[in-house]
């Protein structure tokens, strides 16, 4: 019986036909293994971002609805595009949408989640010897309305489909070649980490290592799916995401991540707090909206640190909810970014806070403010300082390249 593996190509891996031809050969390869291969493809390069700019010259507040129509049309050109190209090398292959390839999602558009998938029809083309080409990012609501996962959708996709066909793993080929302690993009002395647990993973993600969505970890880690992020342009190994994180031996910190375009919503006077955090959190969480919410100490007031693009969207959610929740004003804070040493166990560990704002304080990065969590502690800081953050950070918690090779001698 034939194994199913399912390979996720993302937007820089298809930004050409002549990278779509390559990564047909990666296809081609995994099939030729013995393996039935589906393959789920973002919209090639910056399709997405064309789409974006179309509606700007249209309208300033388009419907979500209308939004995830047009998006969803940037993946139906790939996948259509990728089947032709293993079908001229002599492949069977079809593609799918994804309302074609069973994905239902809840209604939340632009943001939805991933509610069930139907593999009959999938696995009855891979029966019939046909490598599935599946749109990444979307999927069709209960009410029969095109909807779309938001950023990191693909990957998303991806894991979902591996996990309900029991994949015998799902390979991630994306621009860079695997998982690093931080964005090399920023920080040169970065090192690719090997092999990470589902755990380790989702922390990072969560917390805004951009290379692997938090929710696709999520999918794989329910079913045991392993995840391998590796390169579309490079050959070599990339980084195997499984198992469960170790509990003895390992460094308190496994990586630094920021987020570039962050914006603090202060909400002041608030009545009952606790209870009002709780009710935010909730509400937020109701509408896929990802925020951290700290307690101002001294004062009855609330931090909101939310995606630039977002923002606009609590605003309106807490402005709706002001009588309820009896605050008297908001005050909002834009250019800023948040900058997080990760690991397992943090808060127990007071010693990383403290270290933390000793090597900001050292090197006159300006911090706005300071939160933990059970795997963060994160600082606010200028955008214009986020890069030197992170930087020194990384070298503060001896996560250079050089230190972490001396390390493992």
């Known amino acids: 019986m034939s194994t199913v593996v399912v390979q996720k190509f993302?937007?820089?891996?298809?930004?050409?036909?002549?990278?779509?031809?390559?990564?047909?050969?990666?296809?081609?390869?995994?099939?030729?293994?013995?393996?039935?291969?589906v393959v789920v493809v973002s919209a090639m390069g910056k399709t997405t971002d064309t789409l974006?700019?179309?509606?700007?010259?249209?309208?300033?507040?388009?419907?979500?609805?209308?939004?995830?129509?047009?998006?969803?049309?940037?993946?139906q050109v790939t996948i259509s595009l990728l089947t032709m190209a293993l079908q001229q090398q002599g492949?069977?292959?079809?593609?799918?949408?994804?309302?074609?390839?069973?994905?239902?999602?809840?209604?939340?558009?632009?943001?939805?989640?991933?509610?069930?998938?139907?593999?009959?029809?999938?696995?009855?083309e891979l029966e019939n010897g046909q490598v599935v080409v599946v749109a990444g990012f979307q999927g069709v609501t209960e009410g029969g309305d095109i909807s779309t996962l938001g950023r990191g959708g693909s990957d998303i996709t991806a894991a979902a489909l591996a996990s309900a066909l029991k994949a015998d793993r799902c390979d991630i080929y994306t621009d860079v070649d695997g998982v690093y302690t931080s964005d090399p993009r920023y920080v040169p002395n970065a090192s690719k980490i090997p092999s990470l647990s589902y755990e380790d993973m989702q922390n990072l993600a969560s917390m805004g290592a951009g290379v692997l969505h938090p929710r696709a970890v999520k999918h794989a880690k329910k079913y045991g799916i392993p995840l391998y992020i590796k390169s579309s342009f490079e050959k070599g190994r990339g980084t195997m995401i499984h198992g469960k994180a170790k509990q003895t031996g390992f460094p308190?910190?496994?990586?630094?991540?920021?987020?570039?375009?962050?914006?603090?919503?202060?909400?002041?006077?608030?009545?009952?707090i606790e209870g009002f955090q709780e009710a935010i959190m909730c509400e937020l969480a109701s509408h896929h909206i990802q925020a951290d919410v700290y307690k101002q100490s001294c004062r009855?007031?609330?931090?909101?640190?939310?995606?630039?693009?977002?923002?606009?969207?609590?605003?309106?959610?807490?402005?709706r909810e002001k009588e309820n929740w009896k605050y008297s004003?908001?005050?909002?804070?834009g250019g800023l970014s948040k900058v997080s040493v990760i690991g397992q166990n943090i808060k127990s560990q007071p010693a990383i806070k403290m270290e933390?704002?000793?090597?900001?304080?050292?090197?006159?990065?300006?911090?706005?403010?300071?939160?933990?969590?059970?795997?963060?502690?994160?600082?606010?800081?200028?955008?214009?300082?986020?890069?030197?953050?992170?930087?020194?950070?990384?070298?503060?918690?001896?996560?250079?390249?050089?230190?972490?090779?001396?390390?493992?001698?």
């Open 10 to 37: 993302g937007g820089t891996s298809v930004g050409s036909t002549e990278r779509i031809k390559r990564m047909a050969d990666r296809v081609i390869q995994e099939k030729e293994k013995g393996h039935d291969v």
């Open 52 to 75: 974006v700019k179309l509606v700007s010259d249209i309208t300033s507040e388009p419907s979500k609805r209308e939004m995830d129509m047009l998006l969803s049309t940037g993946e």
């Open 91 to 124: 492949v069977e292959a079809i593609s799918f949408t994804g309302w074609q390839a069973g994905i239902r999602t809840d209604s939340i558009l632009g943001n939805a989640h991933i509610q069930s998938i139907d593999t009959g029809r999938i696995l009855n």
């Open 252 to 272: 308190p910190v496994i990586g630094v991540t920021f987020e570039v375009d962050i914006n603090r919503l202060e909400v002041f006077d608030c009545k009952n």
């Open 300 to 319: 009855d007031s609330l931090s909101l640190l939310v995606k630039e693009q977002e923002h606009q969207e609590v605003l309106t959610i807490l402005e």
């Open 329 to 333: 004003r908001i005050e909002r804070k």
């Open 356 to 409: 933390m704002c000793k090597v900001l304080l050292e090197n006159a990065v300006r911090v706005k403010l300071v939160g933990e969590s059970a795997i963060s502690v994160t600082a606010v800081v200028e955008r214009s300082q986020v890069q030197l953050a992170a930087e020194r950070l990384h070298t503060g918690f001896g996560l250079d390249y050089e230190a972490v090779m001396m390390a493992s001698v």
